[in-house]
């Protein structure tokens, strides 16, 4: 190897040895590479050293990208590749060399390229060139964010040797280029001497684990001017200097990175924390993304690093931790995917509402004293200050929080306390019944003013010290002390005339909040935001605002609306009592005179009748409550519409006219000081809406049930009949299964109300056979008052007890198709339940044998068994019906199990295929693909999926 040599230092680097050792005479005399693929190598690296040496020109002020970079993403390769180095084909280790040196060279930028090019790129048609400053700044984002799509045209002058090397020059453009996008945004197919997959993840990860002081040096940093940034970009290339210099990542030590740092300032801390997450993430990324392109046999140990450690971390002149509002990603994900946030900023006013009403509930059901000797309370006090600002505070009397339940839940968004484990444990599954899911109440208190909102915070929680927590915006540092500590902190902010406090001193918590009433959107006070949004706690809440005339209001609870519901009715026989009340004088006058042919039918003067429907009187659970109000027209001929005000009843009557059949409508109202005391106190609580539905008394905007336009239905929910509704909460996507059962089966009260939510919403076609049933066996009562829709071979419907009737005489019984209809699972579940049931693509046949049990885990109208004979895999109807006794059916039925645990989101997509599947054409396309998936999984041991793969002739 005498004369062969590459340039000083990354012929230290293990990867340039690997080759070196090949290019030696091996055992049998022949070397493995030869000294032209060697110097093809050394051809294309040698270029991409010389282009890595002019970046600093173009970016004097970025970080090293020249070759000490080359270097260590040399090395870093190396230590992820491990003792797998020998067995990377001649082409990888080529290719991994290669990209080292290359695939930052879209960075170097020539004159002509810089005066051409680039700065037609930049500038939008027509426009004259900004001042030289602001040219170059865009110039180098420009660069800077397309430099990975620059690498061939770097070298397209070069020599290319790739009879030498065995692949083209294109091959390792794309290679670089894929380190700049996400990894499944360039097609990098396997070929037979090189794994460009392995090499991408490679390359990517080696880039950007490369975090050292070297790429950083002291004397450079002083050299280029940026201890006193002058602009943005000057102020971002600070902050990589500073990240780069404070520490290091080493190698690999049981596939954990140990990260080394020294730091003074704590935003370098959370900016190298902030990249040390990223890279974790890339890490996760990569490793998912080698699952589902399987590396070759001989590769088959090969695994990444899953995580870095920080816990070698000096810091001087501070403390650790972490000094600002933390997002928990997960939580943060499921927060911000579909409807946006940010739709109404007055949104805090819920959130805090919604923690007040779980924290007193909570504390009802852990602290019997409390709940014998107390009565929950939350109390709301707004005012406006000397400055100009509006100030939100409320206080409850529920559990109030530890420094600890601040930090972990409180302080970190998409991470709610009732939605954990330790909630859950200290009420019990069957109580655990909260309204707040998002975890969204710190940060929804600054969407409005960001910088200039304020929270101020006091708490206590039985057993914890006092917590004082203050946030003076959302970008800034938040203090945080306990009342056993040292410290004393501000006082919480309050209106003119009342004392101050810092600490509280019984449980509970005061939150106050500074914003602008302006910037909340169309309100004027404070008081509208919470009437939108409360509505019958079971919890009294009190409002005092300064700025009303009325300055105090206290809200109806939910036991208020109950009593007062009752007592318009009969509440000794469970019997409603019509209220009827005349249309007024002037009203009749101008109908006799629009309907002069037809004033003889009016003996009595038409009537409006009022039923007043206690919800409870009807429902089994104690989980559904609220009151309807039914309104009808006491008259002959007559039918209108109606419209809910807040000072009265607007109701249209509409009449044909007997000579020409003419409708003409006629407009009366009836204000609320006609109705009798009783009454008005009754109408004045109900929400103006038709249809308001509240979990635990706070509002549900819109929903898939409704009802018709002569009533007005308040829904008051509990336990498990939380609605699933949007982050926003402007609509339910869906009512729990159990709860629209719970309505179909209301009795005398479904007539009145209807469901508009599609017949194909998943949370009702995916509930389970065994949930399905576990509800039939909850409510005795509706398997009795299921019946199968009339057709012609029965005269009427039948009810479950009819089938088993004329079963008893017969082998078999078949009924229809069902079609779509709301209480389908139920149909279903009563049938699987209680039958052996048969599918021969049209109908059902109902056998009196032992019922299956081996599909009670799929969706409930998912799986039968077919007629005899009849070997089809499914019929795509209204509603999908799959033969249990396929092949692929039995596959999946065996392996849904292990799919669930192992690809979860690949078993569900085809559930969801069969389930939503319009065609035989999609069903097969999307149930094939699914399996292509399973077959290529890494270590898959799922049995043989290769003759599952459906056909068109498996559809009936």
Known sequence: MSGVRAWPGIEDTRLWKELETRLQTTDSGKPQVSSGFYEAVKKVCDRG???????????????????????????????????????????ELALLLMSACCHDIGMAVSSDEEKGEIRSAVLKPGETAPDAKELGRRMRKYVREHHHERVG?????????????????????DLCKSHGTSLDALPLPRYKNYDLQLCAVLLRLADILDFDPRRAPDVLFRHVGLGHPADDEEQTSKGEWLKNQAGYLEGIIRKVIPYTGSFDDPNVEKDVFAYLDWVEQELSDSEDYLQLHPLRDEMKGFELPHKIDRSDVERRGYSGGSFQLNMDQDGVLTLLSGESLYEDAGVFVR???????????????????????????????TWRDADGYDWFRIRDNGMGMSKDKIEKYFLKVGKSFYESKEYRDSVGEAGASAISRFGIGVLSCFMADPENNQLELSTLEKGSPAVRLSVPSLHGYYKLTESNGKVKPADMPHPPGEGAEAYRSEPGTSICVRTSLYRLGNYRSFREIIDKYLCFPEVQVLHVDETEKEKEKKYPTQQQLMDAVHALNNEKEKKIIEYVHPIPDAALEELKGKYPDNSGEWEKKPAI???????????????LTGACIDVSIKASGFYGGFSWEKNGYV????????????????????????????????????????????????????????????????????????????????????????????FYFLPGFFEHIYFSFSDENEEYSSATEKEVIHLLETHESWEGLLFFDKHSLYEGDITLEDIRTKLSGREV??????????????????????????????????????????????????????????SHFGYIKDWNYYNKDHPFSRWLIKNQEELQKRLPKVYEQIIRIMLDGDSPEIVKNGVNRELKWIKEYKNHDFHDTGDLFLRDEDFG
């Open 609 to 623: 009748v009022f039923k007043y429907i206690p919800l409870d009187w009807y429902s089994d659970s104690e989980k």
């Open 651 to 742: 109701f249209y009557l509409i009449s044909k006219n007997k000579k020409d059949g003419r409708a003409i409508p006629v407009q009366c109202e009836i204000p609320l000081k006609d109705f009798s005391t009783k009454e008005r106190v009754f109408l004045d609580a109900m929400p103006l809406t038709d249809t308001a539905y509240a979990y635990n008394g706070i509002v549900a905007q819109a929903s898939p049930l409704n009802s018709r336009k002569r009533q007005k239905i308040c829904c008051l929910l509990h336990g498990n009949y939380r609605p699933d509704v949007d982050v926003g909460r402007n609509e339910i996507r869906h009512l729990p299964l159990e709860l629209v059962c719970e």
């Open 49 to 91: 050293r010389a282009l890595a040496g002019y970046i600093s020109v173009f970016f004097p002020q970025f970080t090293l990208h020249d070759e000490t970079h080359i270097i260590n993403v040399c090395e870093w390769m190396a230590k992820l590749l491990g003792d797998n180095i020998d067995k990377l084909h001649n082409e």
């Open 351 to 381: 959130e805090l509402l919604q923690n007040s009403i779980d924290a007193v509930l909570h504390r009802v059901k852990v602290d019997e004293d409390f709940k014998k000797n107390k009565k929950g309370e939350i109390h709301i006090h």
């Open 153 to 173: 045209s770097k070298l397209e002058d070069l020599d290319w040797q790739d009879r030498e090397l065995g692949f083209r020059k294109s091959i390792l453009v």
């Open 813 to 870: 019984l078949f009924l229809p198709n069902f079609g779509h209809r709301v209480e389908n699972p139920l149909l279903f579940a009563a049938l699987k339940k209680n039958f052996a049931v048969y599918f021969d693509g049209e109908r059902f046949y109902i056998r009196q044998e032992d019922p299956d049990k081996d599909t009670e885990n799929f969706p409930v109208g998912l799986f039968y068994r077919f007629i005899d004979g009849d």
